[in-house]
């Protein structure tokens, strides 16, 4: 199998506060994690590339000071979504790819952020 | 530069008819396509791909795509689909480089009874 599971489901927040979302590979280690956004009835937004132990890949336009990825070992990796305002609500899903299958990526169910 | 066009917005259906969605890439470098599907508020289910071989892919849900390097297509199809086929189906590419996926801006499927 190949799941991936993301903690929390849904969040809400004050603005200025900040959220850790969390995502896991339940049965298998990833080499690669990568964090996506989606705003409604939108596609998937990559925001960075993540390798365990090393420092995340952020695409262009996403700040990397805002959102802080970590990725500490082989099945978990964490966002964390600073000073969030009411521009960062979003759908955040997080993939994982397996060793010698890194063509293919497993999401996990997305994390529902608001804030208020 | 890879990029993908997802050429139906949205497809509405009746039940039992067959379907397709169709999907463009364009890449410099080979490439891996994917289709996923997504259910309201969940992350995405991968369907099917196709990494190299046969060009018609047969996925889960007796979906199946085909591959068709001359013209840059992966179109999606359905012999008969259901009402539970209602969802939102991305189409992605991967290029063998760099790892990355680009999605497509997403077609929306709804299948009436």
């Known amino acids: 199998g190949a799941v991936v599971s993301q903690h929390p489901s849904r969040v809400i927040c004050k603005s200025g506060t900040s959220v850790k979302i969390e995502c896991r590979s339940l049965d298998f280690q990833a080499t690669t994690m990568f964090w996506y956004r989606q705003f409604p009835k939108q596609s998937l937004m990559l925001m960075a590339t993540s390798n365990e132990g090393s420092k995340a890949t952020y695409e262009q336009g996403v700040e990397k000071d805002k959102f802080l990825i970590n990725h500490a070992s082989l099945t978990l990796s964490t966002l964390t979504v600073t000073s969030a305002h009411p521009e960062d609500s979003s759908f955040y899903i997080c993939?994982?790819?397996?060793?010698?299958?890194?063509?293919?990526?497993?999401f996990g169910p997305g994390t529902r952020l608001t804030v208020l | 530069a890879q990029s993908v066009t997802q050429l139906d917005s949205q497809v509405p259906v009746f039940e039992e008819a067959p379907v397709e969605l169709r999907c463009n890439y364009s890449s410099s470098v080979s490439v891996y396509l994917f289709w996923y599907v997504q259910y309201p508020n969940q992350g995405l289910q991968l369907l099917l791909k196709?990494?190299?071989?046969?060009?018609l892919v047969k996925g889960i849900n007796g979906f199946e795509a085909e591959f068709n390097k001359s013209q840059t297509s992966f179109h999606l199809r359905k012999p008969s689909v259901h009402i539970s086929d209602t969802a939102e189906y991305f189409c992605?590419?991967?290029?063998?480089?760099?790892?990355?996926?680009?999605f497509g801006d997403g077609t929306t499927l709804t299948v009436k009874p």
């Open positions: 196709y990494l190299s071989g046969s060009t």
């Open positions: 993939s994982a790819a397996k060793r010698a299958e890194e063509d293919t990526q497993y």
């Open positions: 992605a590419v991967t290029s063998d480089n760099a790892g990355k996926s680009t």
